[in-house]
């Protein structure tokens, strides 16, 4: 592993051999920009849920057998392997997530998604990549064909991965657990994007350390005395207490955790009742929490569950229908950017799209499995890399308007997809390269 850190070192201050090719890349890059919006304007109106990418993975794993990878398909569910082995050297991973999310898409678009698919529930739902997925897809795959095309530029071991079930967190994690790096070769690096809306086309977000927070998910069921709501003092109203429980939860962070550490408290969900003139017996609530270190999310959930417990006390519930807090073992940890291969990125990024157009960004409080990935006991070195994807004209007329662009998660959400694609294919080509340059 440090041998090659050395290596790229060396590498990056002896750029000019590269250079020769660049033109000749840049024009097989352009071919494959254009096919990348094709494939990507298919599976934008073909997007499929979480752990339902049955369509999507099988035209994931065409891509890779189209490039003569080794391809092992259904890998963990619905999850693609891809391994190119082109002599001794690095091994670099990509990896791009297919999933999209029950939205009824707004956008207008002549390639909008009319498709409608069961939900876990088994509701039907519409279903909509306004995430992002698509270009996330559409990039990987081009940058894949483009790095085939230019073999004699690099060696070692190129290893992707078109994973199932991020927006729901599992993905990742089942592909680790499946033996993503016992049953193919340990990255050295491994490499990810993700749109930003919030960045204009052209650019990439970059940082090192912290990027995206951890998150997990704790569910409150109170409980109380029901009856009739023309007799509350016969009562022990559950819908009170989860009230109180609400507003007090509002100052964990803000009382109980430094300013310094970043730390969300968010209740989303509440529920309880069936008629207004009926107390019911329980409330049942549903928290999201983001953090960024271990010490401060034990606080808060220790802090969750003795202000519950006050709340129930104080009403004169007895000990033993105190609330139920329960936490999900299902959980998303912080994606941590290795500092070190986030230098290479920003580096070899700078050399091929212009150091002004690498912006420096700051850590956010959403959540992505990719993190996973840098976790596990062999230690890989992981940077996920915000894609401006924001036309720049769109973005001047919004701020000239005080508005902002539509954010991720959007039914309006309107990317660039032509630049940005582009982009993304040809910076990630060229920090391939660089980190496996002959």
């Known amino acids: 592993m440090k041998t090659y850190?050395?290596?790229?070192?060396?590498?990056?201050?002896?750029?000019?051999?590269?250079?020769?090719?660049?033109?000749?890349?840049?024009?097989?890059?352009?071919?494959q920009a254009k096919r990348s919006y094709e494939l990507c304007t298919y599976l934008h109106q073909n997007p499929e849920l979480s752990t339902k990418e049955f369509e999507t993975a099988q035209q994931m794993a065409v891509e890779l057998k189209k490039a003569g990878m080794e391809v092992y398909p259904?890998?963990?569910?619905?999850?693609?392997?891809g391994i190119l082995k082109n002599g001794d050297g690095p091994v670099v991973m990509l990896r791009t997530d297919m999933d999209a999310l029950p939205i009824e898409e707004k956008t207008g678009f002549d390639f909008a998604s009319q498709q409608r698919s069961e939900n876990s529930n088994g509701d039907e739902v519409p279903v909509m990549h306004a995430c992002g997925h698509d270009i996330h897809m559409s990039v990987w795959a081009g940058t894949i064909h483009t790095l085939v095309a230019f073999k004699d530029q690099w060696k070692g071991t190129l290893m992707v991965i078109a994973q199932q079930a991020e927006e729901v967190s599992g993905g990742a994690g089942l592909a680790i657990d499946a033996g993503l790096f016992?049953?193919?070769?340990?990255?050295?690096?491994?490499?990810?994007?993700?749109?930003?809306?919030?960045?204009?086309?052209g650019t990439i977000g970059l940082v090192g350390g912290p990027v995206f927070a951890g998150v997990k998910t704790v569910n409150i069921t109170v409980y109380g005395k029901g009856g009739h709501g023309a007799y509350p003092e016969k009562c022990i109203d559950p819908v009170v207490i989860a009230s109180r429980i609400v507003l007090d939860l509002q100052t964990i962070v803000s009382r109980e955790?430094?300013?310094?550490?970043?730390?969300?408290?968010?209740?989303?969900?509440?529920?309880?009742?069936?008629?207004?003139?009926?107390?019911?017996d329980e409330v049942k609530m549903e928290l999201t929490l983001r953090y960024y270190s271990e010490p401060v999310i034990e606080k808060i959930i220790s802090a969750i569950k003795r202000i519950s417990n006050a709340a129930a006390r104080m009403a004169g519930m007895p000990e033993d229908k105190l609330p139920l807090v329960e936490v999900d073992p299902e959980d998303t940890p912080p994606v941590i950017n290795d500092d070190s291969l986030s230098l290479m990125v920003k580096e070899l990024a700078g050399q091929t799209i212009g150091e002004e157009n690498i912006l420096k960004t700051s850590p956010a409080m959403v959540g992505e499995d990719f993190g996973k990935y840098g976790l596990t006991t062999e230690d890989v070195p992981i940077c996920l890399i915000w894609l401006g994807s924001t036309a720049p004209e769109e973005m001047k007329?919004?701020?000239?308007?005080?508005?902002?662009?539509?954010?991720?998660?959007?039914?309006?959400?309107?990317?660039?997809?032509?630049?940005?694609?582009?982009?993304?294919?040809?910076?990630?080509?060229?920090?391939?390269?660089?980190?496996?340059?002959?």
Do not use: C, W
């Open 5 to 31: 850190k050395v290596l790229i070192l060396l590498i990056l201050f002896n750029m000019p051999a590269m250079s020769q090719s660049k033109e000749e890349i840049k024009s097989i890059i352009d071919v």
């Open 182 to 201: 016992s049953k193919f070769p340990v990255p050295d690096y491994a490499l990810a994007y993700h749109i930003n809306p919030e960045l204009e086309s």
């Open 397 to 438: 007329k919004l701020k000239a308007e005080g508005k902002e662009p539509y954010p991720l998660h959007s039914p309006y959400l309107n990317p660039d997809y032509k630049k940005t694609i582009e982009t993304g294919i040809e910076v990630m080509v060229h920090n391939v390269l660089g980190l496996m340059k002959k």
């Open 257 to 280: 955790i430094s300013p310094l550490d970043p730390a969300v408290v968010t209740v989303g969900s509440i529920h309880g009742g069936t008629r207004p003139n009926i107390i019911p």
């Open 74 to 81: 259904a890998f963990a569910g619905n999850s693609v392997v």
